[in-house]
């Protein structure tokens, strides 16, 4: 069994920078995948970013490419989320996910196994 347990999230004013990060424990495959998904009330949860730790490769949702950045510390078992240029519309709750066996499309809901509680992100205009 894998539990993730994100945090950094909080309240920042449009052009914010927050960085989230989500500790994993448990047995984890040696390949595998993980990523960052998001839900603000009303709608459906969204994939923002995945990355592969074999490469590693990354992925991004077109929008946040550019001021999103994902990042993983393999020593840490800590998956990472740089959020730079935050705007209103960022604004959700932000859960990590874990995929053993790698994935082909990180940025889907159905290649992720496990899931995390969630933390809110908050951006005011």
């Known amino acids: 069994q894998v539990h993730l347990v994100e945090s950094g999230g909080g309240s920042v004013q449009a052009g914010g920078s927050l960085r989230l990060s989500c500790a994993a424990s448990?047995?984890?495959?040696?390949?595998?995948?993980m990523g960052w998904f998001r839900q603000a009330p009303g709608k459906e949860r969204e994939g923002v970013a995945g990355i592969s730790n074999y490469g590693p490769r990354t992925y991004y949702a077109d929008s946040v490419k550019g001021r999103f950045t994902i990042s993983q510390d393999n020593a840490k078992n800590t998956l990472y989320l740089q959020m730079n240029s935050l705007k209103p519309e960022d604004t959700a709750m932000y859960y990590c996910?874990?995929?053993?066996?790698?994935?082909?499309?990180?940025?889907?809901?159905?290649?992720?196994?496990?899931w995390g509680q969630g933390t809110q992100v908050t951006v005011s205009s």
């Open positions: 448990g047995y984890l495959y040696s390949r595998h995948c």
């Open positions: 996910a874990y995929a053993p066996w790698g994935c082909i499309d990180p940025t889907s809901d159905n290649e992720y196994n496990y």
